[in-house]
């Protein structure tokens, strides 16, 4: 294996290609004393990254995770959950995610008194991300950047077909890692193979 082979888009790569849209200057770090512009940029492509994740799919989501709740009975969840969803011997709960702590609204409370089983979405970086979600991202992240601050959409270094393209890359990536089968994985079947 190479060592010198094309690699994904960084987060600053990223970062410079929606600014490019712009006709801005590329910038060379990340740190806090970034430009207005740049710093503009940073942040609508990670509304985007965020945006797109909290879609939930296979390369950020932990299906069946048990939490355990902590010594005052809270389940606490990490700090980069977008979403989440009781399931299994859970799934009887309703509950929802409030800041950073689990609520059930079937007891309206916060307090648990066994583990909970959740599906999962995580924020990622943009670096722990697949490199088609990352070219997805940018892409629609520099669309949104053009529109929000040059506001001339017949000017877009990117057109609509880009993005779907990229999302439709990502999509098929997304298929491959799942390997769904349409007789075993389907909602249909499932209740058909319960009820056998």
């Known amino acids: 294996m190479s060592a010198n082979g094309l690699a994904p888009l960084t987060e600053l790569e990223a970062i410079n290609e929606v600014l490019a849209t712009g006709s801005e200057s590329p910038i060379s770090t990340l740190e806090d004393n970034i430009v207005?512009?740049?710093?503009?940029?940073?942040?609508?492509?990670?509304?985007?990254s965020v945006e797109v994740q909290t879609q939930g799919w296979n390369f950020n989501t932990l299906e069946s995770l048990s939490i355990t709740p902590d010594q005052s009975g809270e389940v606490r969840l990490p700090r980069n959950t977008l979403r989440v969803d009781t399931v299994g011997e859970s799934a009887a709960m309703n509950c929802v995610q409030r800041g950073l702590r689990?609520?059930?609204?079937?007891?309206?409370?916060y307090?648990?008194?066994?583990?909970?089983?959740?599906?999962?979405?995580?924020?990622?970086?943009?670096?722990?991300?697949?490199?088609s979600a990352r070219m997805y991202?940018?892409?629609?992240?520099?669309?949104?950047?053009?529109?929000?601050?040059?506001?001339d959409p017949n000017t877009?270094?990117?057109?609509?077909?880009?993005?779907?393209?990229?999302?439709?890359?990502?999509?098929?990536?997304?298929?491959?890692?799942t390997d769904p089968n349409m007789l075993t994985g389907s909602q249909f079947v499932q209740k058909l193979r319960v009820r056998s």
Request: zero cysteines.
């Open 111 to 131: 307090v648990f008194t066994a583990p909970v089983i959740v599906d999962m979405v995580e924020g990622l970086d943009f670096e722990d991300m697949p490199s």
């Open 36 to 48: 207005i512009d740049a710093s503009l940029a940073m942040n609508t492509l990670r509304a985007t």
């Open 102 to 109: 689990l609520f059930n609204k079937t007891d309206n409370t």
């Open 156 to 177: 877009h270094s990117y057109t609509l077909q880009d993005e779907l393209q990229a999302r439709s890359a990502m999509m098929q990536e997304e298929l491959d890692s």
């Open 137 to 151: 991202i940018t892409i629609k992240a520099a669309r949104k950047y053009q529109d929000r601050y040059f506001g």
